[in-house]
């Protein structure tokens, strides 16, 4: 899976969490929850990893990681990818293309020029607490908060829902992938 390209990116990892869901619904299928989990843990190594590849080696070095991860957990050659990011915008508020997500995570890219690199931001730790799985066949959905640590000590915590499939590989791959920051009155 992603983490086998994630873990040839050499940098150290601060503590990292994975809270199990609240409440899962399996409904059968080839899908388990401790795929789900994985496939979670992978993404928030993979931001961090990102990361700190930008701080350690450059630009270059992190959009080629990115664009391997993107590869590697997102559905893309699948069809479509349902990707609203955090903090992206109208016009380019949706990036249903590698393209669009690479722009995201990394920045720099003259078709997406408000994208400053969501990836770059100095992350060093994650929290993922799902509020709920949902699996049915080659299909899983959760719901819940992520939370990341950059090195200021700054947490951002967002909303998450992710979309899963499985691949002709049998590879869980990220087809839905909403965040936003959380309402506040």
Do not use: C
């Amino acid at each position: 899976m992603i983490k086998t390209l994630i873990a040839s990116a050499v940098v150290s990892l601060s503590v990292v969490s994975l809270a199990h869901a609240t409440e899962v619904t399996h409904l059968g299928g080839d899908i388990t929850e401790e795929q789900v989990l994985a496939a979670q843990q992978a993404w928030g190594e993979a931001l961090i990893n990102i990361s700190n590849t930008y701080e350690n080696d450059g630009i270059d070095a992190a959009s080629t990681l990115a664009q391997a991860v993107i590869a590697g957990a997102y559905g893309y050659e699948m069809g479509p990818v349902l990707f609203k990011p955090t903090l992206a915008a109208a016009p380019q508020t949706f990036r249903t293309t590698p393209e669009g997500a690479l722009a995201y995570f990394v920045g720099h890219s003259d078709e997406y020029p408000n994208d400053s690199g969501f990836a770059l931001k100095g992350w060093q730790e994650f929290t993922i607490d799902n509020a709920a799985i949902f699996i049915s066949g080659d299909t899983a959905m959760t719901v819940g908060n992520v939370s990341i640590l950059d090195s200021e000590g700054n947490t951002t915590t967002v909303d998450k829902s992710w979309g899963y499939q499985l691949d002709d590989e049998g590879q869980l791959r990220i087809v839905l992938h909403h965040s936003s920051l959380p309402f506040t009155e």
